[in-house]
């Protein structure tokens, strides 16, 4: 991965600093969670797999390679129904957005900008 530096600052320092900012502190998983989590947990899984060939637009999956939680193989069985997808696994626990913040803001950056319109 290759990060532009200025002046000591690479140019996502204030992408990840403005993601970061409501999840930080003592309750910040919390807060990730309750924002990430809808509905009976059971009931969304078993609802995933018919949605997710529906997905028309550009994915990304994050997957963490050390997640206690979601196997590995899961982001390669999530990705394969969505036409236009891509599996980004990174050196992470489950909170990868909290654990790598820079990974994700690097690759979000890099995936929205080649899927955009010219």
Do not use: C
Request: negative net charge; glycine residues 6%.
């Amino acid at each position: 991965m290759r990060y532009a530096v200025e002046q000591g600052k690479n140019e996502f320092d204030d992408v990840v600093q403005d993601f970061q900012a409501p999840f930080s502190g003592t309750l910040g998983a919390w807060r990730l969670m309750a924002m990430m989590r809808f509905g009976d947990p059971a009931e969304v899984l078993v609802a995933v797999p018919e949605m997710l060939p529906q997905l028309l637009i550009p994915t990304i999956i994050f997957q963490g390679s050390r997640d206690p939680a979601i196997p590995q193989h899961f982001a390669q069985r999530a990705s394969a129904p969505i036409p236009q997808s891509k599996v980004i696994t990174v050196d992470s626990g489950h909170f990868i957005p909290l654990n790598s913040p820079n990974v994700v803001a690097t690759e979000q950056l890099s995936f929205f900008q080649s899927a955009a319109p010219a």
